[in-house]
């Protein structure tokens, strides 16, 4: 089977600092294929002038785009690094291998949109991690003031709810403020974000059970 791990930011230069990055080496002793969409800087791999460089990592195939990014940007160049990375992920991933899971990580909000099209492309389950709430925790940062723009997070944000076959949800105030919206209780499951990485395994394990993915 093909796993695809979409997630804007990861380090996956120690199997200690990312989850994904444990997750994906067991799935790959469990004989599938793991493919993780992601930015150069997150893998330290420098593009120069393309927009797009592949490289494994004990197994993982790891497609990078080249996606400026640096906290110091303003929120402007911010959003743009983040409409590109969807924009990119959704275009690489129809000219992958047909996945038979998908799993996303947010922040940033936005990655989920390429997630649902590609879930919906392949008709495979999508698996939503919320390591922050968004629109909420750049609501409250001053990062999003726009009416607008904060309307238009609402309805994705409702959309990747209601498209996701499961929500995981890396703290208990997550899965309280999920529980408090629109989102089907029954597709909530806290994985903490300081669980050790054997836990984190054995959660999304049981997540893709449930969602009858061959293991």
Known sequence: M????IAQ?????????DRFYSLGRECISRGHNVTVLTIDKTVNLELGNKKIGFVQKNGLNI???NVPYDEKMSRWKKMFAYLKFARL???QG?????????????????????????SEYYRAPLVMEIRELWPDAPMQRGVIKNKLLIKAARRLEERVYEKSGSIIATSQDI????????????????????????????????VFNKLNVKQ
């Open 63 to 65: 497609v990078a785009f």
């Open 94 to 118: 129809r000219q992958l291998p047909a996945p038979g899971v998908i799993v996303v990580s947010s922040p940033p909000l936005i990655a989920a949109l390429p997630a649902i099209k590609l």
């Open 9 to 17: 930011y990861l380090n996956l230069d120690s199997p200690g600092e």
């Open 2 to 5: 093909n796993i695809y791990i």
């Open 89 to 91: 992920t959704g275009k």
């Open 175 to 206: 899965a309280t403020a999920l529980k408090s919206r629109w989102v089907e209780q029954s597709k909530i499951r806290v994985i903490e974000s300081l669980e050790d990485h054997k836990k984190v395994v054995e959660g999304y394990i049981s």
